[in-house]
């Protein structure tokens, strides 16, 4: 598999910062869609880098965080239909482990089940035994936005958004040209 690259990021003096999230997740396109070049690289290695750069900028605080995969990319990368994948977490933040499980994504293959991946979250958010986990969220999409059901994943995207409630944030993070679900 790829091995993701993240360019070099001075560290932050945490001491000089307070977090604003007490979780974040990371849902990361691996549809085959993210094999298309953009810029003379696949678009699935610019977004691996992207979130690499991002793990690595992350500062050794105390945070609650996930990665979650959709396409293919966890265990076979032919066949079937999308898939998704929680690659780590939700779990204590580790910086280390969280870099592990990015690279260990096989390929980018398949159908792009984001409304499936943020379906997924909302039920990692209600947490084990009904305990669901709480405060200030950011929601990190990283994908070219090439979607099969563009009114699906705005309806499972609205639910999460309600679950988590007005301390959540989302960013979405477009890699590629791509423009008509913007």
């Not at 209600?126 to 099969?148: M, Q």
Request: glycine share 8%; charged share 20%.
């Amino acid at each position: 598999p790829y091995q993701p690259v993240a360019a070099t990021v001075p560290p932050l003096e945490t001491q000089d910062y307070a977090p604003k999230v007490a979780n974040f997740v990371v849902l990361l396109d691996s549809s085959g869609s993210m094999q298309d070049e953009y810029g003379g690289r696949p678009k699935s290695e610019i977004a691996q880098d992207t979130v690499a750069t991002f793990n690595a900028a992350v500062p050794d605080l105390p945070f609650t965080s996930g990665l979650t995969i959709f396409g293919k990319g966890e265990r076979w990368c032919v066949g079937g239909s999308g898939e998704v994948f929680h690659m780590y977490g939700l779990a204590e933040y580790d910086k280390a482990k969280f870099a592990d499980a990015l690279g260990a994504i096989q390929c980018a293959a398949n159908n792009t089940p984001i409304a499936d991946a943020l379906d997924a979250t909302a039920t990692q958010f209600e947490g084990e035994d009904g305990e669901e986990i709480e405060g200030p969220t950011a929601v990190y999409i990283v994908s070219d936005f090439v979607w099969n059901d563009p009114d699906s994943a705005a309806a499972s995207f609205n639910a999460l958004k309600t679950q988590l409630g007005d301390s959540a944030c989302f960013h979405m993070i477009k890699v590629g040209d791509y423009s008509e679900n913007d």
